[in-house]
Nanobody, 125 residues
Framework: HLQLVESGGDLVQPGGSLTLSCAASGSSLSYYAIGWFRRAPGKEREAVSSISSAGGRTYFRDSVSGRFTISRDNAKNTAYLQMNNLKPEDTGVYYC??????????????????WGQGTQVTVSS
């Protein structure tokens, strides 16, 4: 059974950078596409970025495109979300999720069957 654990969340000033990690256990991450989602206070969960199992397809929501990078190292069973030039509106709990359709980079949460517990990102001065 696949388990996901996020790490790397922190308090950072606007303009700063963070790298989130999503470590998998119980199965090989290479079988899954990975998505990063976030939930800001008082808002609905939204897709941030996703990557197919081999890394050939990616998705970024418009507000993070050019600032965030998604990657994965299947040998280490870990996926990453590099976040640069962070803004206060990036604040929220970030979740990684795994989809059993490995070839897509989906933005739809319903397509992800496995979820981590989340890591808090706070962007504030």
């Amino acid at each position: 059974h696949l388990q996901l654990v996020e790490s790397g969340g922190d308090l950072v000033q606007p303009g700063g950078s963070l790298t989130l990690s999503c470590a998998a256990s119980g199965s090989s991450l290479s079988y899954y596409a990975i998505g990063w989602f976030r939930r800001a206070p008082g808002k609905e969960r939204e897709a941030v970025s996703s990557i197919s199992s081999a890394g050939g397809r990616t998705y970024f929501r418009d507000s993070v495109s050019g600032r965030f990078t998604i990657s994965r190292d299947n040998a280490k069973n870990t996926a990453y979300l590099q976040m640069n030039n962070l803004k206060p509106e990036d604040t929220g709990v970030y979740y990684c999720a795994a989809s059993e359709d490995p070839h897509k980079a989906s933005a739809y949460a319903v397509e992800y069957a496995h979820w981590g517990q989340g890591t808090q990102v706070t962007v504030s001065s």
